[in-house]
């Protein structure tokens, strides 16, 4: 069993930071890529930034320079830092991680979200 819990949502307003932490449990041999998600109401699940085995990171044009994405492998975390703030960001934020267990199997797995909510 694996599981991703997400933390260090909130409310902020614009031009504020938060940092995102997402920290996986279970028979874990190996965390892959990692990629944070977001869902703003009504809207479709949109990828924000992406982070490599070997951590290389990859963003999306709307957060670029304002967002940074890291990994603490010894604590199996994922870290998403989010800086000047804007009310477009609000949303419910994801992790998604490929994880290979123990047993040698690869899957997918998602957290549960935590809500960032940005005013004006």
């Known amino acids: 069993q694996v599981q991703l819990v997400e933390s260090g949502g909130g409310l902020v307003q614009a031009g504020g930071s938060l940092r995102l932490s997402c920290a996986a449990s279970?028979?874990?041999?190996?965390?892959?890529?990692v990629g944070w998600y977001r869902q703003a109401p009504g809207k479709q699940r949109e990828l924000v930034a992406h982070?490599?085995?070997?951590?290389?990171?990859n963003y999306a044009d709307s957060v670029m320079g304002r967002f940074t994405i890291s990994r603490d492998n010894a604590k199996n975390t994922v870290y998403l830092q989010m800086n000047s703030l804007k009310p477009e960001d609000t949303g419910v934020y994801f992790c998604?991680?490929?994880?290979?267990?123990?047993?040698?199997?690869?899957?997918?797995?998602w957290g549960q979200g935590t809500q960032v909510t940005v005013s004006s």
């Open positions: 998604n991680a490929h994880i290979t267990v123990w047993s040698k199997t690869s899957n997918n797995y």
């Open positions: 279970g028979s874990i041999l190996s965390i892959n890529a």
């Open positions: 982070i490599t085995s070997d951590g290389s990171p």
